[in-house]
């Protein structure tokens, strides 16, 4: 029952031509494109942890390309190198093969665990990496407070992150990450620990300064209806080795709702793929 | 596909900032009792009161058993009243002072001396593999070891003595650098890369302040090797016209005069007790703005 639904869907093994963008598996297709450049650029990245017969492929010749100002949800099982992934377009670590351009654009990287620094109150905080961006001394509290204000902490930038809940933390983390002037969001499984309701509110907070702001950002999650909820495509990662196994296209209307029917619907075939690559590993 | 999606889930038009200030302050209601000073005080004190009752009643029952003679272990009422005179006396003041100010200075030498290697080691990773170890044998080699070493290259003055309190206390000191800076949490380090934070701005901003709870526990830990280093130095080596708690000590061992000897422990036990507990004020505060001594509040 699933199979058909799930490939009418746009389930396409490997990189699907509905992703937008000139997106081929060749290194020199991504050299020659310049005009509509994407955001970001994985092109045939492979990445293997350990040497000999102990060696682990993360991630195999995975091609993927966010569009400026799209927002991209990874998902996949465990073992999947989604965090891989995301640590190598953030430059923490370097790809064994193939090639990762974010064109020039700035690049933040959140958590899913705040990541705030216990001994600087959430304020502070934002600061130090306004100033790690070269914020002036004399800008940086202003615009810290606008920061805290975007993610409606006005009143709480003199609290310490274990003074505040999680999701507060998170936002204080997300205001971080915004005050590095990125416009390319990376986000590993952000809102992952946090309770339905809290979620479903920084859901809208992302939405709207997503918007706002004009970022890219690429969302690895294992929540499929939050992929649905928030992507401009949902693309579908393979589990060890990590590759690219379906990209979907989402063409509701935004703002969604986590638990509206379409957004469930589409989960629910997308999900029927991920089940089946899980099942995979089964045998 | 159908566009209707307004139906589900959170109302679109509405922003979500009404319904996150209600969650937030749903969030922030603590429920920590705020106590008043006074009982604060007494929370504090009554243990160490009890503690002080529990030693002075078994060293009484001692004494009373009859176990030695009264010359050779007095009971409570006569050590209290020889401490409340020798309190009284410019002497003991005095030798105090000279005492601290050794303790100062010595262990001031060693938060530098072990803070600089702590850094360089840490920092370092050849130096690591080579010093690391030699700081941790060095920890564990007993103080009063050094002493026929430090008197006959410095001879019988201060200088043998700050030389032992250093090779005491700086090995805690280095090692509580290193442990902080080992132990600071990998995703602070990823997060700190990511925001732009290199080498030195990284060690400032991160590293350090990440590593100051341990390091403060290593100051802990050295101050406690150095007054040890320091009373035995101040018994071994008698420096002639000072006098120092060592010395004081040394004479009532010559006079054999018991009373006196276990006033001046009595001293030497709360002086260390004390600045312990300026020890722990800092730590309780590092830990406090750390939030590590507070349990999660969250909901």
Redesign the interface.
């Known amino acids: 029952m699933q199979d058909s639904t799930v490939l009418q869907n746009g389930g396409q093994p490997n990189t699907g031509p509905r992703s937008p963008g000139p997106e081929n598996t060749g290194q020199d297709a991504a050299m020659q494109t310049t005009g509509q450049d994407a955001a970001v650029r994985i092109t045939e990245v492979s990445k293997t942890f350990g040497r000999g017969p102990s060696t682990v492929v993360a991630l195999d010749r995975v091609s993927l390309s966010v569009a400026p100002g799209e927002f991209v949800c990874l998902i996949g099982a465990s073992g999947c190198g989604k965090s891989t992934l995301l640590s190598l377009v953030a430059g923490l670590d370097r790809p064994t093969s193939g090639g990762i351009s974010t064109n020039g654009n700035r690049v933040a990287l959140m958590f899913q665990e705040p990541a705030l620094f216990p001994w600087l109150t959430a304020a502070r905080n934002i600061e130090l990496a306004l100033r790690a961006t070269g914020v002036s001394r004399a800008e940086r509290r202003d615009r810290a407070a606008e920061l805290l204000e975007l993610v409606h902490l006005g009143g709480f930038g003199g609290k310490r992150p274990h003074e505040l809940s999680g999701g507060m933390r998170q936002r204080v983390a997300l205001a971080r990450a915004l005050g590095q002037e990125a416009d390319v969001l990376l986000m590993d499984e952000p809102f992952g620990a946090l309770d339905a309701m809290t979620r479903d509110l920084l859901h809208e907070v992302l939405e709207g300064l997503w918007r706002r702001r004009g970022l890219s950002v690429l969302f690895v999650t294992h929540e499929v209806r939050e992929a649905v909820r928030l992507g401009d495509r949902v693309v579908l990662l393979s589990s060890r080795p990590g590759r690219v196994i379906g990209d979907f296209r989402v063409d509701l209307e935004r703002p969604r709702g986590m638990d509206s029917a379409d957004t469930v619907d589409l989960a629910i075939k997308i999900k029927a793929q991920l089940r089946e690559e899980v099942i995979r590993h089964g045998s | 596909?159908?566009?209707?999606?307004?139906?589900?889930?959170?109302p679109?038009t509405e922003?979500?900032?009404a319904?996150?200030?209600g969650?937030?302050n749903l969030?922030?209601v603590q429920v920590t009792p705020r106590r008043r000073l006074p009982e604060k005080v007494w929370a504090a004190v009554w243990p160490k009161l009890l503690a002080l009752a529990i030693v002075l009643g078994a060293w009484q029952l001692v004494y009373l058993s009859g176990w030695k003679s009264p010359a050779v272990f007095p009971g409570p009422a006569t050590v209290l009243p020889d401490l409340w005179g020798q309190a009284h006396h410019g002497l003991l003041w005095s030798a105090i002072g000279t005492t601290m100010k050794r303790a100062v200075i010595g262990f001031g030498l060693a938060l530098i001396i072990g803070s600089f290697v702590g850094a360089l080691v840490s920092r370092i990773k050849p130096l690591r593999a080579a010093v690391g170890s030699l700081i941790t044998g060095l920890q564990t080699m007993p103080s009063i070891a050094w002493f026929p070493f430090a008197i006959i290259f410095f001879g019988l003055n201060t200088s043998a003595i700050l030389f032992v309190i250093v090779l005491g206390a700086a090995p805690s000191i280095a090692n509580g650098l290193i442990a902080g800076v080992d132990y600071t949490p990998p995703?602070?380090l990823?997060?700190g890369?990511?925001?732009?934070?290199r080498r030195i701005?990284l060690y400032r901003?991160?590293i350090l302040?990440?590593s100051?709870p341990t390091y403060v526990a290593g100051l802990k830990q050295g101050w406690a090797f150095a007054w040890r280093s320091l009373m035995a130095g101040e018994l071994l080596v008698i420096i002639a016209n000072t006098s120092s708690i060592g010395v004081l000590l040394s004479n009532d061992q010559d006079q054999t005069d018991m009373p006196g000897a276990m006033t001046i422990m009595i001293v030497i036990l709360v002086l260390g007790i004390m600045v312990d507990g300026l020890f722990n004020i800092a730590d309780g505060r590092i830990r406090r703005?750390?939030?590590?001594a507070?349990s999660?509040?969250?909901?």
């Open positions: 596909m159908a566009v209707d999606t307004s139906a589900h889930g959170t679109p922003t979500p900032a319904a996150i200030a969650l937030d969030d922030m995703l602070l990823r997060a890369k990511t925001m732009g934070l701005a901003h991160l302040p990440a100051l703005r750390w939030g590590l507070d999660a509040q969250t909901g």
